[in-house]
C-alpha cells in the first residue's frame, strides 16, 4: 500500500482519514497547515533523508499557509513536482477551477465525502502511479 500525508487543520478529518486509510493498510502522516506540511515533506527546510509520500491529501482553507498556496510552492521543489494531491475540501467550483491548471492534482473531491468512493480514488491513483 502506500504512504500518505493528510494536510488538514480539522482533527477530526485527520482522525477519519487516518481511520480510512490505515484500514486499507497505508501508512498516514499528518500536517495541520502549509507549513508544517513542507517540513513533514523535508522541503522547508530541505532534509533528503525524509522520503516524499506516495499521495497527499490536501485541505484548502487552513491557517498559516493555505493549501493552494501550499500546492503552488511544491512547484518550486523539482523532487515534489510529481506527488500526486487529493484536494479535500468544502469550497466548491471555484476553488476546483483555480486547481484544474496544477498538473500534480489527481483529484478534487469536496466535503462531505463518501468514504469508500475516497478509498477506491486513492487506490486508482496509487495503482497508477506504480
Known amino acids: 500500500m502506500g504512504n500518505i500525508l493528510v494536510v488538514d487543520d480539522e482533527s477530526e478529518v485527520v482522525t477519519l482519514l487516518r481511520l480510512l486509510l490505515e484500514r486499507d493498510g497505508h501508512a498516514v502522516a499528518a500536517a495541520t497547515n502549509g507549513v508544517d506540511a513542507l517540513r513533514a515533506l523535508g522541503l522547508e527546510p530541505i532534509d533528503s533523508a525524509v522520503a516524499l509520500p506516495d499521495l ?72 497508477r502511479k506504480r
Open 56 to 127: 497527499m491529501i490536501l485541505d484548502i482553507m487552513m491557517p498559516v499557509m493555505d493549501g493552494f498556496t501550499l500546492n503552488s510552492r511544491l512547484r518550486g521543489f523539482p523532487v515534489a513536482q510529481n506527488l500526486p494531491v487529493i484536494v479535500l475540501t468544502a469550497k466548491g467550483q471555484k476553488m476546483r477551477d483555480l486547481f484544474q491548471s496544477s498538473p500534480n492534482v489527481a483529484a478534487y473531491v469536496q466535503k462531505p465525502f463518501d468514504p469508500q468512493m475516497l478509498c477506491d480514488l486513492i487506490t486508482g491513483i496509487l495503482a
